[in-house]
């Protein structure tokens, strides 16, 4: 199995940025894709990024050129860097990480979520 916690969910003004954080933990185990979800109750969850562990990246149009997902592998850690917050930001935020566990179990894994909060 493979923890994920989020951190550094926060109220911020818009036009402000934040940079949020998800620790992976577990044995024997490595991320594949690192991803990026958000939700805001009453609406779908909706991908904001994935970070694959070549380097391919993809965002969600809504954020393309202000936000930008990084991973440290050494650190088993994924960051995304969110700039020019706008209101329609707000959610929570889920880390996901597509992992390899025991060297040959592939499966998906998800973090509790962190608030973020754009204010206008």
């Known amino acids: 199995q493979v923890q994920l916690v989020e951190s550094g969910g926060a109220l911020v003004q818009a036009g402000g940025s934040l940079r949020i954080s998800c620790v992976a933990s577990g044995i024997n185990f490595n991320i594949n894709t690192w991803g990026w979800y958000r939700h805001v109750p009453g609406n779908e969850r909706e991908l904001v990024a994935t970070?694959?562990?070549?380097?391919?990246?993809h965002y969600a149009d809504s954020v393309k050129g202000r936000f930008t997902i990084s991973m440290d592998a050494a650190k088993k850690t994924a960051y995304l860097q969110m700039n020019n917050l706008k209101p329609e930001d707000t959610a929570v935020y889920y880390c996901?990480?597509?992992?390899?566990?025991?060297?040959?179990?592939?499966?998906?894994?998800w973090g509790q979520g962190t608030q973020v909060t754009v204010s206008s």
């Open positions: 970070l694959s562990n070549s380097g391919r990246t």
């Open positions: 996901t990480a597509d992992a390899t566990v025991d060297f040959d179990v592939r499966a998906s894994f």
